[in-house]
């Protein structure tokens, strides 16, 4: 069962801690990896990948058949933990990097996800 916890401090979120399986997409056309989705928010989500190399855009299905997809941007990696932000649709539809999409008024590349 899914517990709720807050960070007491950094996050603005609550955490759900999930201990579920998860599949990293690094790449569109990629074969799926099965990672752990150790907790998630409403901004992002802590993953264990032990040694697997995780590029800095990536997808993430929440269940083997896709059903709940997200396109996540790498921010820290600590030993087989990684925890990446959700990024937002208008920022791939501008292809701007997470948290730029209002600081960016002009349309820019869009991004490969």
């Known amino acids: 069962m899914a517990k709720h916890r807050n960070d007491g401090g950094r996050?603005?979120?609550?955490?759900?801690?999930?201990h579920t399986p998860g599949f990293l997409i690094p790449a569109p056309e990629a074969p799926w990896i099965e990672c752990t989705i150790v907790d998630v928010s409403d901004d992002g989500v802590c993953l264990d990948v032990g040694a697997l190399a995780v590029p800095k855009l990536?997808?993430?299905?929440?269940t083997s058949g896709g059903e709940v997809l997200r396109?996540?941007?790498?921010?820290?990696?600590?030993?087989?933990?990684v925890g990446a932000r959700f990024v937002t649709a208008k920022?791939?539809?501008?292809?701007?990097?997470?948290?730029?999409a209002d600081q960016q008024p002009e349309k820019a590349e869009i991004a490969s996800f």
């Open 11 to 18: 996050r603005k979120g609550i955490r759900v801690d999930l």
């Open 58 to 62: 990536f997808g993430l299905a929440f």
């Open 71 to 81: 396109v996540c941007s790498l921010i820290w990696r600590r030993g087989e933990r």
């Open 91 to 100: 920022e791939l539809r501008l292809g701007l990097a997470p948290g730029e």
